[in-house]
Antibody
């Protein structure tokens, strides 16, 4: 069965960096685009970034473009999110999500992890 | 403020039919598929409807989706207490080159 397990969250000061990881299993990781979606406490869902199945294309929400970098390692079946220049408004539960269609990025999510919490606070 | 507009709340009694609307524009709903996600309290979101009106395996046929122009809707028939939670629409936006979510609708089963 598909499993997505996020890690790397924690408390970080504004302006600092953090790297999230998502270990994937139960499907052919290298065949699917992957995404990060976040949810601030008590708020709705916000798509953060997506990466194509082969890592050649990355897409970002305007709120994180230039600060966050999405990447993937097919040898480790792992998705990453490097978060730099963190702000208080980046505080959220960060979900890793699998794209619902193999091949090109379709922008919908058929499996989600349980999330890892990032808190940006001094 | 979300570019996809949903009502913040909806409610119904057990057995009733409720609909949740999602309004967008030509760059998102008007030219791309709409997806719906269900988030029950304390859990990760779950894909409910894909490509406007398709149900993933395991999703009851009480849930249905439709799209017309730049708007979409989710209908839930035979409402049950376990349907209580938050519902989000989403679509790719060609102008932003990214995924947009609606603000979410909190469904209460009275």
């Amino acid at each position: 069965q598909v499993q997505l397990v996020e890690s790397g969250g924690g408390v970080v000061q504004p302006g600092r960096s953090l790297r999230l990881s998502c270990a994937a299993s139960g499907f052919t990781f290298s065949s699917y685009a992957m995404h990060w979606v976040r949810q601030a406490p008590g708020k709705g869902l916000e798509w953060v970034a997506g990466i194509s199945y082969d890592g050649s294309n990355q897409y970002y929400a305007g709120s994180v473009r230039g600060r966050f970098t999405i990447s993937r390692d097919k040898s480790k079946n792992t998705l990453y999110l490097q978060m730099n220049s963190l702000r208080a408004e980046d505080t959220a539960l960060y979900y890793c999500a699998k794209d619902g269609h193999s091949g090109s990025l379709h922008g919908y999510f058929d499996y989600w992890g349980q999330g890892t919490l990032v808190t940006v606070s001094s | 403020q979300s570019v996809l507009t949903q009502p913040p709340s909806a409610s119904g009694t057990p057995g009733q039919r409720v609909t949740i609307s999602c309004s967008g524009s030509s760059s998102n709903i008007g030219s791309n598929y709409v997806y719906w996600y269900q988030q029950l309290p304390g859990t990760a979101p779950k894909l409910l409807i894909y490509r406007n009106n398709q149900r993933p395996s395991g999703v009851p046929d009480r849930f249905s989706g439709s799209k017309s122009g730049t708007s979409a809707s989710l209908a839930i028939s035979g409402l049950r207490s376990e349907d209580e939670g938050d519902y989000y629409c989403a679509a790719w936006d060609d102008s932003l080159s990214g995924v947009l979510f609606g603000g979410g609708t909190k469904l209460t089963v009275l």
